[in-house]
């Protein structure tokens, strides 16, 4: 079965953990090679976020695990790439 | 025959199968390298989604048969690459 | 006499053939190393593409035959490379 | 004395010659690499068109002698480049 | 446990110690390769800064450390990466 | 001392000569590695051209010389590098 | 302690010396191997300009000093990179 390779989660979390918290446990996975998370919004409750997280083989249960572990939840998924290769979304005259 | 190098569809789907599950099912597919998948609207029944699929020798049949398979349609193919190389479109004057 | 590498065009199609046959078409033209097609803008009879071909020594004609045996007109050249290089055009202060 | 390595032009031209027959005359030209030229506007008469020529040393004077006896005038020269290497024009605050 | 590899804060600071002072401070942490602060606002009292820290193993709260014994404060933590390797936030359609 | 390594000019200069001869005359100068002139804005009387010289060594006095004894005058001086590489600015959040 | 590796600077500087004379001044600097100076805006009396640095080794009260001995004076320090590399801010979605 092909391999996730990228993941764009959009994520609402409560200010604990704090972003390097989440970015380390989820950079702790197996198969995952980086994480990166961007603050979008943040109000007195929760932040909102964009995690990205690149690897050779990103097991998705286990990703989505360790947000809701931490009292966040996946607003929506905003991109997946799989396969062998990592591949860019192309521009197109419809965007 | 000249061979497909890359496919962008406009596809309307179900929330199930995910983002992820389809990204796998056609990176499955032989001839195909790898395939993004970025959601562009959502409601509650359907998502809009953006298909990128890039490989040697892309059987559209076959990516058109997966699709469907999952309950998902193709609303419109946005672009196709045919050939020895992949060559990007160039933006002209009249753009 | 220089060889052409690049052209880009504007053209009306049917919807039958696909984008898919018209680029695998066009690819398979001696002198042609790859083609995009892009869809511009569809409605219930006809769609309009921008087509551009690269490769070493592109014969217009071919192109154009096999553009008008498939139903289909070039509304527009928008753009031709010709010579030992693929030259990009240049951004100005006119532009 | 320096050679003229890059010519940017601002060109009205009749339908004939078409844009491909004016790019491969264009090309042959003795010191001339390559030859782009992009469609800007069109109408009944005329063709406004831009044409990017580069090469190791440029003969002006034959550029616009193939330009002009095609029924084309320049209507501006909006570019040169000159010197051992094309240098890019940079982006200032001013601009 | 995976590294921390990049950070990017939104820091509210008097203007002693200056920007060059605080970047030479944090440069100087143990993990951390190069350090970019740039001035977004500025009034008779404090500077709006944004401060970028790249390294192979950054401690988030030494970094914290320093900022807050120069009497500055971080607003915000705009931006975390952790893993083997910095991984870019790649756009989507819901940007 | 310290080398000129590029200069951005605004000049404003009459119809003679061309582009394309004050382009040769400046990249005839010692030091000079290639020169752009592009065409801003142009009535009957004068062209304003932004011009652009990169080099190993530019003498300065000397760019100046040949843009006046051709009639023209410099408008602005836009942007100047000198030292032993060509650094580029860098944008910031005060741009 | 870290090394200096980059500086923007906002200044304003009277006509004299010029753009090319203040360039030189600082790229003469120990530790510097680079500098841009671009012109933002002019009137009868001053100059407002964006100076950019880089080098090895910047210091930073020698490039204060060159400055304020030419007349100028720094408006303010909009960028500083410190450490082993130059790092380039990152855009986050707070930008």
Redesign the interface.
């Known amino acids: 079965?092909?391999?996730?390779?990228?993941?764009?989660l959009?994520v609402l979390k409560p200010h604990t953990p704090?972003?390097?918290d989440l970015?380390?446990q989820?950079?702790?996975l197996e198969g995952?090679?980086?994480?990166?998370?961007?603050?979008?919004e943040?109000d007195q409750k929760v932040e909102n976020v964009?995690i990205?997280?690149?690897g050779e083989n990103i097991n998705?249960e286990q990703v989505e695990r360790v947000i809701m572990e931490n009292g966040a939840s996946i607003h929506?998924?905003?991109?997946?790439?799989?396969?062998?290769?990592?591949?860019?979304?192309?521009t197109?005259?419809?965007?």
Do not use: P
């Open positions: 079965m092909a391999n996730i390779r990228r993941l764009v959009d704090t972003l390097v970015a380390v989820l950079a702790d995952i090679e980086g994480v990166d998370i961007s603050l979008k943040m964009k990205t997280c690149e998705f929506s998924l905003d991109k997946v790439s799989a396969g062998a290769s990592i591949i860019e979304e192309v197109t005259q419809q965007d």
